[in-house]
């Protein structure tokens, strides 16, 4: 039976927060699985992706061993019900779909804001903890090269990943751009619902902030703090925090505006202050561009920005599937050229051995230079016996007949008897 490279997929197309949050994998539990399902299927590709859109198990065997695995995540879950969540998963049962969906997942076509920056990333670390349990063979080792190249030619020949497509990315764009001259600008993340912890996630790619947060309810600053490595400011402490920082972005919801005009008169601005109006409705007056040294943004700026951008990408996509169309045919015929391989170089064995065994057996007493013509006479020989078959597996390849062909040649020069017997 043919080994097949698989998937199965939960994703926020298909299942709710509610149910991605309960399967979603740290990254011991992925370690943990990874070393199952090579404990107990011999596996010798996998590769598990757990975002907080979508976890997605890649495998290569001959069987479909997605209830298995589905079976195993819930043992490591500790849910008795991981039955009941079967319908939640797509099976991606045969190479070209499965392979296709990692190549559309890794290039963000598949992400809730196409063209997600942060996915190619995330599928770096998945391949790397795959590969640190040697569970990547050359199948994947390939595989996974070619996306990271496809990604690259995407990035330069096309506006697929030009600027940011999210609220959370626009703004920490925005603060990027705005802060570019500025050395470790200091950041108060205001409010962490569920904009501005998405935000506060998303300050990674501010490695030179010094970001603090302060909420209402301490407890959850803490929590993403802790999470991020970023300070947590009591909320009573806010003022003065606010008078510190370069950047303020608010993210909290009153009824009334939270910083205004009045407050923001009473600092003492030496340069700029970057604030980012995040709340809907506003939480800081439209006034305080009235002080010297005040820039403010709100929600709409920054949303008009990420929709123009967002146009672009989708504008995009033909062309990224165009690339990604020519990347998997590629990989496709070398996938194919790798299936053959095997049952060339066991016919080249097979009939070497013959070879030697026959002069061994004929030519014991031949003089070196005698010797020498005959081994080369043979030689010849036997390339050219190879040659037919080897040319007839290629074509076999092209037409998608491989299987059958393999089957004819190993019957036809016994080459499965033979490895048995040696």
Same mark, same amino acid.
């Given at each position: 039976m043919q080994i097949k490279f698989r998937s199965l997929s939960i994703s926020h197309k298909n299942a709710p927060v509610q149910i991605r949050e309960i399967i979603s994998l740290d990254d011991q539990a992925i370690h943990?699985?990874?070393?199952?399902?090579?404990?107990?299927?011999?596996?010798?590709?996998? #590769? +598990?992706?757990?975002?907080?859109?979508r976890t997605e198990v890649y495998y290569s065997h001959d069987l479909d061993l997605s209830t298995e695995i589905i079976k195993l995540i819930g043992l490591e879950k500790g849910l008795t019900d991981i039955i009941n969540y079967l319908d939640y998963f797509e099976i991606f049962n045969d190479d070209r779909p499965a392979i296709t969906h990692l190549f559309r997942v890794s290039m963000g076509l598949e992400a809730q804001v196409v063209g997600d920056i942060q996915i190619s990333n995330q599928v770096k670390r998945a391949y790397q903890a795959s590969a640190d349990l040697d569970m990547a063979g050359p199948f994947l080792h390939r595989l996974m090269h070619t996306i990271f190249f496809t990604n690259k030619r995407i990035v330069q020949k096309t506006a697929f990943r030009d600027g940011a497509a999210s609220l959370s990315y626009a703004t920490i764009e925005l603060i990027e751009s705005l802060t570019s001259n500025t050395y470790q600008?200091?950041?108060? #993340? +205001?409010g962490v619902g569920e904009i501005g912890e998405d935000v506060a996630k998303n300050m990674i790619h501010l490695p030179e902030a010094k970001v603090k947060i302060t909420n209402r309810t301490f407890s959850k600053a803490q929590e993403i703090a802790d999470e991020m490595g970023f300070e947590v400011v009591p909320f009573e402490d806010c003022l003065e925090a606010m008078k510190e920082a370069d950047v303020i972005v608010s993210s909290i919801l009153r009824p009334e505006p939270f910083i205004t005009k009045k407050i923001l008169k009473e600092f003492e601005i030496m340069s700029y202050k970057l604030l980012v109006d995040l709340s809907v409705p506003r939480s800081i007056e439209?006034?305080?561009?009235d002080v010297p040294g005040v820039i403010l943004y709100n929600v709409d700026n920054i949303r008009s920005k990420a929709s123009a951008t967002l146009e672009r990408r989708l504008e995009a996509v033909p062309q990224v599937e165009e690339i990604i169309n020519g990347s998997i045919d590629e990989f496709y015929n070398w996938k194919k050229e790798m299936m053959v391989s095997p049952t060339?170089?066991?016919l080249k064995l097979t009939l070497e051995q013959i070879r030697q065994e026959e002069i061994a057996r004929h030519l014991k007493n031949l003089s070196v230079e005698e010797f020498a013509i005959i081994d080369k006479i043979t030689k010849s020989m036997m390339q050219k016996v190879l040659k037919v078959p080897v040319v007839q597996l290629r074509a076999a390849c092209k037409r998608d007949q491989a299987e059958e062909m393999i089957e004819m040649i190993s019957d036809l020069f016994d080459l499965d008897k033979i490895k048995s017997d040696h």
């Open positions: 943990s699985i990874l070393l199952k399902l090579k404990d107990f299927f011999s596996l010798g590709d996998a #590769l +598990i992706l757990s975002t907080c859109n600008p200091r950041i108060l #993340l +205001i439209t006034s305080v561009e060339i170089n066991k």
